[in-house]
């Protein structure tokens, strides 16, 4: 495995079970690849499924993934993702994570704005149905994104998989059936 990383959303999605075969996987924040490793394996996407991922760093290939070097906050990156995809996704992975500054409300502040963008280009390209996993900190999710989240997908909960060390912050949001986007709502 090329991160730890990957344990852990293996971890996730042998509970939710969100990664089938054939489908089609957003990895933001993808380097150095250890998400879309598992997730190009489980949606086969060598045959079927389709894994495209972005991060601001370099990335060594994975077989099965098209990779672009961008910042996902960039002006350009979200319509670059959109068209790479080819269509509705579903499945969008966050792992991104700001450089730390070792003050814990700065620190918690820029990565639930990752969190926020990703959320917002989640819900711009999931097909009904589909999940959006996000890194967080604990410190809790703020209640606005929260209640976005809720309204959006039928179901929304933290989890924390064993692979994550006990005295670690981070937590995962995981959000699954995706409503779709009313026309009243866009």
Known sequence: MRSRAAYKLMEIDD?????????RVIDLGAAPGGWSQIAAQRVSAHE???????????????????????DFLGRTAPDKLKEMIGGPADVVLSDMAANATGHARTDHLKIMALVEAAAEFAREVLAPGGTFLAKVLQGG?????LASLKRDYKNVKHVKPPASRTDSAELYL??????GVTEAAV
């Open 141 to 145: 999710t703020e209640a606005a994104l």
């Open 48 to 70: 079927q499924g389709r894994v495209i991922a972005i991060d601001i760093l370099s990335m060594e290939p994975v077989p099965g993934v098209d990779f672009v070097r961008l």
């Open 174 to 179: 995981l959000a699954t059936g995706f409503r």
């Open 15 to 23: 509970k939710a079970h969100f990664l089938k075969k054939g489908a």
